[in-house]
């Protein structure tokens, strides 16, 4: 059994997949990591990029054509042909720190943990800056959610999960829609029991590029993804606490990661006339709302939340200027 399993979000990404895939290239670590090339249906040259890789290292490399479904739908391949004991996904326009991921695979063959999570590193075209999410948290040790920690949340580039436990819970993503990494880490945090953190900066995430879904106009462009994610991500929220079976330091980690996703979708329309940022976002809330009361009442608890509920919607206009400030300081 590989130690690492490493799922490839690829689709048209022929002007980055080098990158991506020099970044596993090491042959210190081929015997431990398997590189699954999920290719969503690409018209470029994705696929002869990862044939390259298959036939340098084919017992590390494996290329996966499929029909297009989106990310979500690569994130299902992967943990479906996955043969590795952890599972992790990587965009096929980010890339990781090789010789970090050397280290990593290293500490993982000594691992049993449910959850093993990491550092990011935002990489802007002119800048790059260090993320650390986690508090309170001792590096390499073993840690359970009734511990006293402090994971502010997670995100798709922390995050390393037991294959088997995907599969145990049959976790299925979205498909046919962007944004859906939130789902996928959801789901680890709610089904994972014991959480290990590696104090490595792994992930190396890039951001500032204008054809990213992450940009404010393809953001914009697709909302009505964002909504059917958010939609998803009260569904599920609604699930998870009437299982009652959520630890509090749990609880919290998964809100704090499910409700970035609703204010997120919020933030997207205050980029719309004040009128229709209106219309739009009483809408969704209220359909939050008639979706699961639980979900609506929590997310009372978010202080950018409540602030746009405030009056009856009527602070949206301050909101819209403070976002806008927001963007042209920080650029997101």
């Keep these: ?49 990862a044939k390259k890789y298959v036939r340098k290292a084919p017992n590390t490399f494996k290329y996966i054509p499929k029909k297009n479904g989106g990310h979500g739908s690569t994130i299902n391949k992967g943990i479906e042909l996955a043969t590795g004991k952890y599972f992790k996904v990587v965009d096929g326009d980010d890339w990781v720190d090789t010789e970090n991921l050397v280290s990593f695979i290293q500490k993982l063959k000594k691992q049993d943990s449910d959850l093993v999570l ?8 002119d800048h790059s800056r260090n993320i650390n999410l986690i508090k309170n948290v001792e ?41 859906v990494d939130v789902e996928f880490v959801v789901w680890a945090a709610y089904v994972s029991h014991t959480i290990t953190y590696f104090d490595l900066y ?13 940009a404010k106009k393809n953001m914009l462009k697709n909302v009505k993804m964002q909504e059917k994610v958010s939609y998803q991500l009260v569904k599920m929220y609604d699930h998870f606490v009437k ?9 919290e980690t998964i809100f ?22 209106k219309d739009k976002i009483k809408g969704f809330d209220n359909n939050i709302k008639n979706i699961s009361l639980i979900s609506y009442q929590r997310l009372n608890d978010d202080k950018f939340i409540r602030l746009i509920r405030r009056g009856n919607y009527s602070m949206i206009p301050l909101a819209k200027v ?5 963007v042209i300081k920080y650029g997101y």
């Design 1 to 49: 059994m590989k130690v690492l399993s490493i799922s490839v979000a690829a689709y048209n990404v022929e002007k980055t997949l080098e990158k991506t895939l020099s970044s596993f290239d090491d042959p210190r670590i081929y015997d431990d990591l398997e590189v699954l090339i999920v290719d969503d249906g690409s018209k470029d040259n994705t696929g002869e990029i």
């Design 118 to 125: 990491t550092n990011h590193t935002e990489v802007y075209p």
């Design 139 to 179: 590096s390499q040790k073993e840690y359970t959610w009734k511990d006293n920690i402090d994971i502010k949340r997670v995100v798709l580039h922390t995050l390393t999960v037991k294959t088997k436990l995907l599969r145990d819970n049959d976790v299925h993503i979205t498909e046919n829609c962007f944004y």
């Design 202 to 214: 792994l992930y190396m995430y890039s951001l500032g590029e204008a054809n990213q879904s992450v």
């Design 243 to 251: 299982e009652k079976n959520m630890l509090p330091n749990q609880e």
């Design 256 to 277: 704090n990661t499910f409700k970035r996703s609703i204010g997120s979708t919020m933030r997207t329309y205050l980029l719309m006339p004040t009128g229709t940022a």
């Design 322 to 326: 403070m976002y806008r400030i927001w």
